[in-house]
T-cell receptor, first 114, second 114 residues
C-alpha cells in the first residue's frame, strides 16, 4: 500500500526566510515522488519529481527536494521565500508505473509575510 | 497554445440535475484525466483515458461517466447530481500514461450541488 502525509496544513514564513514543507510517504517499493504547486484559482503545476536518479532534485522557481529513504521523507525547500511563492503545495507518491495510481497529499498552504 | 481548457468555470446545480464538464487539450497528448479536489484533501482520480478510445475508472468513479470524444477532448458527465459531488473538478493531460509523465492541468470547474 502507498500513502503520503503532509505535515502542517498551513505554513507561514517571512519573505527571505527558508521555506520547508514536509512530506512523508509510505511505499513497499521504491516510489516516484512529486511536488506540485497550485496558485489561487489555477490548476496544479509540477514543481519537481524524483524517479530514482539523484536523491536531491531541483525544480522550478528555486525549489528543491531531497529523497531520504531512511526517513521515508521528501521535504520541499527553498532558501529564500518570495511573495510570489504564496500558494498551495501538494506532495504526491506513486509506487506504480501508471499515472492512474498517483496518490496526492492533502496539501500545505504557504503564506509569505512581508 | 492554450494548454488544457475547461468549461464551464463555475456551475450551480440542483440535486438530480445532470451536466457535462468539458475538457480539451491542444498539446497532442495521448492521456487525459479527471480529478476532484475537496477541502483538506488531495486530488482524487475519477476517470482517466490512457489513449484515444479507452477509458478506465479511477479511485472515485461512482456517479460519473466519461467520454473520450477524440484525442483532444475528454468530457465528464454527472447524470444525477448529488450534494456530495460539490467539488472543484480538474482535467489534466499527459504525453503518456506513465507516472513520470508530467501532467498538465486545466484551471478547474467549481461545482456546487444544492
Amino acid at each position: 500500500a502507498q500513502s503520503v502525509t503532509q505535515l502542517g496544513s498551513h505554513v507561514s514564513v517571512s519573505e527571505g526566510a527558508l521555506v520547508l514543507l514536509r512530506c512523508n510517504y509510505s511505499s513497499s517499493v521504491p516510489p516516484y515522488l512529486f511536488w506540485y504547486v497550485q496558485y489561487p484559482n489555477q490548476g496544479l503545476q509540477l514543481l519537481l519529481k524524483y524517479t530514482s536518479a539523484a536523491t536531491l532534485v531541483k525544480g522550478i522557481n528555486g525549489f528543491e527536494a531531497e529523497f531520504k529513504k531512511s526517513e521515508t521523507s521528501f521535504h520541499l525547500t527553498k532558501p529564500s521565500a518570495h511573495m510570489s511563492d504564496a500558494a498551495e503545495y501538494f506532495c504526491a507518491v506513486s509506487s506504480y508505473s501508471s499515472a492512474s495510481k498517483i496518490i496526492f497529499g492533502s496539501g500545505t498552504r504557504l503564506s509569505i509575510r512581508p | 497554445n492554450a494548454g488544457v481548457t475547461q468549461t464551464p468555470k463555475f456551475q450551480v446545480l440542483k440535486t438530480g440535475q445532470s451536466m457535462t464538464l468539458q475538457c480539451a487539450q491542444d498539446m497532442n497528448h495521448n492521456s487525459m484525466y479527471w480529478y476532484r479536489q475537496d477541502p483538506g484533501m488531495g486530488l482524487r482520480l475519477i476517470y482517466y483515458s490512457a489513449s484515444e478510445g479507452t477509458t478506465d475508472k479511477g479511485e472515485v468513479p461512482n456517479g460519473y461517466n466519461v467520454s473520450r470524444l477524440n484525442k483532444r477532448e475528454f468530457s465528464l458527465r454527472l447524470e444525477s447530481a448529488a450534494p456530495s459531488q460539490t467539488s472543484v473538478y480538474f482535467c489534466a493531460s499527459s504525453v503518456g500514461q506513465g507516472a513520470v509523465d508530467e501532467q498538465y492541468f486545466g484551471p478547474g470547474t467549481r461545482l456546487t450541488v444544492t
